[in-house]
Structure formats: structure tokens, C-alpha cells
């Protein structure tokens, strides 16, 4: 007897082909020859999907460049904009011309 989903007619109401029953190819005693046809689809199944498959790569590779160089980019954009450092120094000159100023005025 056949396994389910094995070339099981057409569900009429839900009209969905069967599924090809899934072996485990380890298991099973297989032919030399049935096993060069499994390789020889899915070879086929790896063609036929690798164009979409190398489209979503590059697509995928672009957009974590173009974040990268976002990221990049506001981060020199923000420590252009940071004044605090500056500000900080500004007040370390004023202090030490102050404290100058109080050790040769007495």
C-alpha cells in the first residue's frame, strides 16, 4: 500500500496537487540510479532558483552597505557638531590664565 500523499488523486475540494513523499535516502535501499536522479533535481531545483537567490543577496549586501556608510556618516557628522570639547578647553585656559593672574598678583 502506498503512502499517503503518494500519488493520492486531486483533493477536488481543496484542488492541491499531492506532495512527493519525503525518503530518507540513508535509510532506504536505493539505486544507484534513482540516486543520480535525486541528485540530478535538485541540481535542477538550485539552478532554477539561483538567480532569485543571488538578486536577494546582492540586494541584502547593498543595504547593509548603504547602513554601514549611514552610520559612518552620522558618526562624523555628530563628533563635527559636538562643541563640548572646545567649550571644555576654552574654560581649562580661562582657569589657568585666572590662576596666573591670582599667583602674580600676590
Known amino acids: 500500500m502506498a503512502a499517503p500523499g503518494a500519488g493520492d488523486p486531486v483533493d477536488?475540494?481543496?484542488a492541491k496537487a499531492p506532495?512527493?513523499?519525503?525518503i530518507d535516502p540513508t535509510g532506504e535501499k536505493l539505486t544507484a540510479t534513482l540516486?543520480?536522479?535525486m541528485r540530478q533535481?535538485?541540481?535542477?531545483?538550485?539552478?532554477k532558483t539561483l538567480p532569485q537567490r543571488q538578486t536577494?543577496?546582492?540586494?541584502?549586501?547593498?543595504?547593509?552597505?548603504?547602513?554601514?556608510?549611514?552610520i559612518y556618516a552620522y558618526t562624523f557628522y555628530s563628533v563635527s557638531q559636538?562643541?563640548?570639547?572646545?567649550?571644555?578647553?576654552?574654560?581649562?585656559?580661562?582657569?589657568?590664565a585666572r590662576?596666573?593672574?591670582r599667583a602674580s598678583g600676590h
Open 12 to 14: 477536488g475540494k481543496s
Open 19 to 22: 506532495l512527493a513523499q519525503r
Open 35 to 37: 540516486l543520480q536522479f
Open 41 to 47: 533535481a535538485q541540481l535542477a531545483q538550485w539552478q
Open 56 to 70: 536577494r543577496n546582492i540586494m541584502t549586501g547593498l543595504g547593509i552597505g548603504a547602513l554601514v556608510l549611514a
Open 82 to 96: 559636538e562643541g563640548f570639547l572646545d567649550e571644555l578647553e576654552d574654560e581649562a585656559k580661562a582657569a589657568r
Open 99 to 101: 590662576a596666573l593672574e
